[in-house]
Each structure stands twice: as structure tokens, then as C-alpha cells.
């Protein structure tokens, strides 16, 4: 696999990496990473690397090849996938001489971080965990993403992850706004089908990854807007209460009038709770 990696500053010391959610691209980062920034030098932290690596598919990182991954399942989900993409993360933050990086993933990026945390912990300072599970998908769930895979492919359509773009009963104010939904609708019709159908299957196949919970032993922050249908506060905060029992150094961030998409909706609060991490993972060097 071969993954582009945007990087808004260099600096010293360990870079944060930020991965994106379905079905976007790294561009999701981009108030985020620029409030990050501007937080972090105004307290005065010492320039660090700030990477957005875009997932096989997405933005600029080209279509795996079949052959890098697992065979499919019989159902078409990819059970190989999401830890062949992880190696491909940690490889090229390796190659920036890096050994060591804080982890930041939402949603869909969720599932990669713990993938990277499980399989490769000694490269792991810190992560940030928004809007995600560590669960694997209920049947119903991964059903519904293969049909959504297979119609991208088959019909070289968006059609069915549109939807993410319009506003549904119970959004934020600011996924209701014209801003966000032009926005949104354009990073999604600028995607290729097939690898809105890839990541589909990557994480139709992915592992349950709950039993991560007890091993993380490296500073922590979860983030979860009170407006998300699927990682509300309900299920990500005790999550973080597991991990808080567990050892871990945890902090949990809700954040209010806000839906699935924190980073692009409330990028200054997540900002926030990322800079609090990486000054957290610094004190611990």
C-alpha cells in the first residue's frame, strides 16, 4: 500500500498523526490541525510535526493492489485489510525517521489507531480516539456496508455515502448549515467509488478490538460530540472510564451541539483536548 501523507508543519520531537473519517479524505483536519497549531504556539509548546495521511483510496493515496491484502471474505468484507493498512501507516511515519508518533483517529480513522496500538504499541506516545468504537460491526452493520460497497463498484456511483452530506433529524447546528453541507457534499463527490467500496470492506471485515482497553498504557483522550448518532457519550464515555480503571491516563471530551464529525464541526474544542494530549505525552517523556 501506498499512502500520501499531508504534512501541516515539521517541527521536532514526535509528530502527531491524524487520521481521517469515512468517507472524507484528510482535508477533515484541515481547521482542526490549523487550530492545533495556533493553540500550541500561543502556549507556548515547542514546534511539533503535524501529519494527515489519507487512507488507500481516499484523497491522494492511490487503490491498494488486490494482493495486499487477505483474501475476502465470502461475504466480500476484507478481514486483512485494516491491519495491512496499519502496517502501511506505521511504515510511513517510520520512513520520516519517527520512531514514535500520537495517534489521533476519527470514526473510521478510530479503527486504524487501535489497529496501530494493538499491533504495533511501541510506536504509540499517545492517542486520541473521536467519535468511534472499538467494536467490531454488528451483522446488520457489515451487511449494510458491503451493500454499499457493492453498489459503488458496480454502478461507479457516491450515491449511497451522499447522505452524509444532507442533514437528518437531530444534527448539529453546524451539520445543518449551508457551510457544512457544501462542504461535506463536495469532499465526498470528489472520492472514487472504489475506494469508498475498499474502506467499506476493510472495516465490514476488521476485528473486535475491545480487549484494547486494558493494554493501553500511554497517555489517552477520547472525544465524543453529544449530537452523534453513533458514538454519542453514552457508549464513548465509558470506554474511557474502562481504560481510566484499567491504568490509562485518559481524559474524555463531550462536546455540546455537536454531531459525528467533531473535528470539522467544533475543530477549536478538539483542538483543544488534542493539544492538552500532546502537552500530557510530553511531560511523560
Same mark, same amino acid.
Given at each position: 500500500?501506498?499512502?500520501?501523507?499531508?504534512?501541516?508543519?515539521?517541527?521536532?520531537?514526535?509528530?502527531?498523526? $491524524?487520521?481521517?473519517?469515512?468517507?472524507?479524505?484528510?482535508?477533515?483536519?484541515?481547521?482542526?490541525?490549523?487550530?492545533?497549531?495556533?493553540?500550541?504556539?500561543?502556549?507556548?509548546?515547542?514546534?511539533?510535526?503535524?501529519?494527515?495521511? !489519507?487512507?488507500?483510496?481516499?484523497?491522494?493515496?492511490?487503490?491498494?493492489?488486490?494482493?495486499?491484502?487477505?483474501?475476502?471474505?465470502?461475504?466480500?468484507?476484507?478481514?486483512?485489510?485494516? !491491519?495491512?493498512?496499519?502496517?502501511?501507516?506505521?511504515?510511513? &511515519?517510520?520512513?520520516?525517521?519517527?520512531?514514535?508518533?500520537?495517534?489521533?483517529?476519527?470514526?473510521?480513522?478510530?479503527? $486504524?489507531?487501535?489497529?496501530?496500538?494493538?499491533?504495533?504499541?511501541?510506536?504509540?506516545?499517545?492517542?486520541?480516539?473521536?467519535?468511534?468504537?472499538?467494536?467490531?460491526?454488528?451483522?446488520?452493520?457489515?451487511?449494510?456496508?458491503?451493500?454499499?460497497?457493492?453498489?459503488?463498484?458496480?454502478?461507479?456511483?457516491?450515491?449511497? &455515502?451522499?447522505?452524509?452530506?444532507?442533514?437528518?433529524?437531530?444534527?448539529?447546528?453546524?451539520?445543518?448549515?449551508?457551510?457544512?453541507?457544501?462542504?461535506?457534499?463536495?469532499?465526498?463527490?470528489?472520492?472514487?467509488?472504489?475506494?469508498?467500496?475498499?474502506?467499506?470492506?476493510?472495516?465490514?471485515?476488521?476485528?473486535?478490538?475491545?480487549?484494547?482497553?486494558?493494554?493501553?498504557?500511554?497517555?489517552?483522550?477520547? &472525544?465524543?460530540?453529544?449530537?452523534?448518532?453513533?458514538?454519542?457519550?453514552?457508549?464513548?464515555?465509558? $470506554?474511557?472510564?474502562?481504560?481510566?480503571?484499567?491504568?490509562?491516563?485518559?481524559?474524555?471530551?463531550?462536546?455540546?451541539?455537536?454531531?459525528?464529525?467533531?473535528?470539522?464541526?467544533?475543530? !477549536?474544542?478538539?483542538?483543544?483536548?488534542?493539544?492538552? $494530549?500532546?502537552?500530557? &505525552?510530553?511531560?511523560?517523556?
Amino acid at each position: 500500500m501506498t499512502i500520501a501523507n499531508t504534512v501541516y508543519r515539521q517541527g521536532e520531537g514526535l509528530p502527531l498523526v $491524524l487520521v481521517h473519517a469515512f468517507p472524507v479524505d484528510h482535508r477533515m483536519w484541515d481547521r482542526c490541525a490549523a487550530s492545533l497549531i495556533d493553540q500550541a504556539d500561543r502556549a507556548g509548546t515547542a514546534p511539533f510535526p503535524v501529519y494527515a495521511p !489519507d487512507m488507500p483510496g481516499a484523497g491522494d493515496s492511490p487503490l491498494p493492489e488486490p494482493a495486499s491484502c487477505d483474501p475476502a471474505d465470502s461475504d466480500g468484507a476484507l478481514p486483512g485489510a485494516l !491491519d495491512a493498512m496499519a502496517q502501511a501507516f506505521v511504515d510511513m &511515519v517510520a520512513a520520516t525517521g519517527a520512531q514514535k508518533a500520537i495517534w489521533v483517529g476519527l470514526s473510521m480513522g478510530g479503527y $486504524l489507531v487501535e489497529a496501530v496500538a494493538r499491533l504495533y504499541p511501541q510506536m504509540v506516545a499517545g492517542l486520541a480516539l473521536c467519535d468511534t468504537t472499538m467494536k467490531a460491526d454488528r451483522p446488520s452493520s457489515r451487511a449494510n456496508r458491503l451493500q454499499i460497497a457493492r453498489t459503488c463498484e458496480v454502478e461507479g456511483t457516491l450515491d449511497p &455515502v451522499m447522505h452524509f452530506a444532507r442533514p437528518q433529524e437531530g444534527d448539529s447546528t453546524v451539520k445543518r448549515s449551508p457551510a457544512f453541507v457544501l462542504t461535506m457534499t463536495e469532499w465526498i463527490q470528489s472520492q472514487d467509488p472504489r475506494g469508498i467500496a475498499w474502506r467499506e470492506r476493510m472495516a465490514a471485515g476488521r476485528p473486535d478490538q475491545s480487549d484494547l482497553v486494558g493494554r493501553i498504557r500511554v497517555p489517552a483522550a477520547l &472525544v465524543s460530540g453529544r449530537c452523534d448518532p453513533s458514538s454519542p457519550p453514552r457508549t464513548m464515555e465509558p $470506554l474511557a472510564q474502562a481504560m481510566r480503571q484499567a491504568g490509562t491516563d485518559v481524559t474524555f471530551t463531550a462536546i455540546d451541539d455537536c454531531g459525528h464529525f467533531s473535528a470539522v464541526e467544533h475543530p !477549536d474544542q478538539v483542538a483543544a483536548a488534542l493539544l492538552d $494530549l500532546v502537552q500530557r &505525552v510530553g511531560r511523560q517523556a
